[in-house]
């Protein structure tokens, strides 16, 4: 499947998957939050921790900073954040009220305080210039990007960074079509390996698609740097089958 050009992108992902991500996602990650950790660390053959170390290892943060972990899950990047630094102010957001459960478990386990908020994540509920770092680790393909990171932008302060991680569509055909390959008995075989109810089956196929609709490494720089986003820097994982992605927020004159 070749997507939209990339000015074209974000109108076509919206009107095929609208369906998908305003009724059926929260239903699927409901379904899968007691189990999600785990199943990404047999899907990603044990590599989980190490993709989080990767990504972590990007992300330069400064002793009582203010950081919004953006679809925040079950609050992985907060816990590896306050592990490396406690004095941060560490807030999370996602629509999944289930994920924030098993985060604010695991969180409160170690003796950390993640303040959360339920709300969805393409409207902010924070005012301008409030934060020195945002993150946002494997949703943007389940987002209207456009929309998210521009949020992400005004309620960074001047300066702030924002750092992203994602699964991408690679650019190289050949690893793109092995890549879908993978996915797809990934899907299969943790959906039967966890027992995955009903809504999380049916969006197999979903999960598929919604990549070969996304944007490749050097397409998400674009982006920022069209939304305004300077000092753009891309690391590519596995042949571009997934990126490390940091862009500031520019100083105030």
């Given at each position: 499947m070749n997507?939209p050009?990339?000015?074209a992108?974000?109108?076509?992902?919206e009107?095929?998957?609208?369906?998908?991500?305003?009724?059926?996602?929260?239903?699927?990650?409901?379904d899968?939050a007691?189990y999600y950790?785990r199943?990404n660390?047999?899907?990603s053959?044990?590599?989980?921790d190490?993709?989080?170390q990767k990504?972590?290892?990007?992300v330069?943060?400064?002793?009582g900073?203010?950081?919004l972990d953006?679809?925040?899950?079950?609050?992985a990047i907060g816990?590896a954040?306050?592990?490396?630094?406690p004095t941060?102010e560490v807030?999370a957001?996602?629509?999944?009220?289930?994920?924030?459960?098993?985060?604010?478990?695991?969180?409160?386990?170690?003796?950390f305080?993640?303040r959360?908020t339920?709300?969805?994540v393409h409207k902010l509920?924070?005012?301008?210039n409030t934060?020195?770092?945002?993150?946002?680790?494997?949703?943007?393909?389940?987002?209207?990007v456009?929309?998210?990171?521009g949020e992400i932008l005004?309620?960074?302060?001047p300066g702030g960074?924002f750092?992203?991680?994602d699964?991408?569509?690679p650019a190289?055909?050949?690893?793109?079509?092995?890549?879908?390959?993978?996915l797809?008995f990934c899907l299969?075989?943790?959906?039967?390996?966890?027992?995955?109810?009903?809504a999380a089956?049916?969006?197999k196929q979903y999960f598929?698609?919604a990549?070969q609709?996304?944007?490749?490494?050097?397409?998400?720089?674009q982006?920022l740097?069209?939304?305004?986003y300077?000092?753009v820097?891309?690391?590519?994982v596995?042949?571009?089958?997934?990126?490390?992605?940091r862009?500031v927020?520019?100083?105030?004159?």
């Amino acid at each position: 499947m070749n997507p939209p050009p990339i000015a074209a992108r974000e109108i076509a992902r919206e009107e095929r998957f609208q369906t998908v991500w305003t009724q059926e996602l929260n239903e699927v990650f409901a379904d899968v939050a007691p189990y999600y950790d785990r199943a990404n660390y047999v899907a990603s053959l044990g590599l989980w921790d190490w993709f989080l170390q990767k990504f972590m290892a990007t992300v330069d943060i400064r002793p009582g900073e203010r950081v919004l972990d953006v679809c925040a899950g079950t609050n992985a990047i907060g816990i590896a954040l306050l592990k490396r630094e406690p004095t941060l102010e560490v807030h999370a957001i996602d629509r999944s009220r289930e994920m924030q459960e098993v985060g604010r478990q695991r969180a409160e386990a170690l003796g950390f305080r993640i303040r959360s908020t339920i709300d969805d994540v393409h409207k902010l509920p924070f005012p301008d210039n409030t934060f020195d770092v945002v993150t946002l680790q494997f949703a943007s393909r389940h987002l209207r990007v456009r929309q998210v990171w521009g949020e992400i932008l005004r309620v960074l302060k001047p300066g702030g960074r924002f750092y992203h991680c994602d699964m991408l569509r690679p650019a190289n055909r050949t690893v793109e079509t092995l890549y879908y390959a993978y996915l797809r008995f990934c899907l299969w075989f943790t959906g039967f390996m966890f027992r995955s109810g009903r809504a999380a089956l049916n969006c197999k196929q979903y999960f598929i698609h919604a990549l070969q609709m996304f944007y490749s490494e050097e397409e998400l720089s674009q982006v920022l740097r069209d939304l305004g986003y300077v000092s753009v820097t891309s690391k590519s994982v596995f042949s571009g089958m997934m990126a490390f992605h940091r862009a500031v927020k520019p100083p105030k004159g």
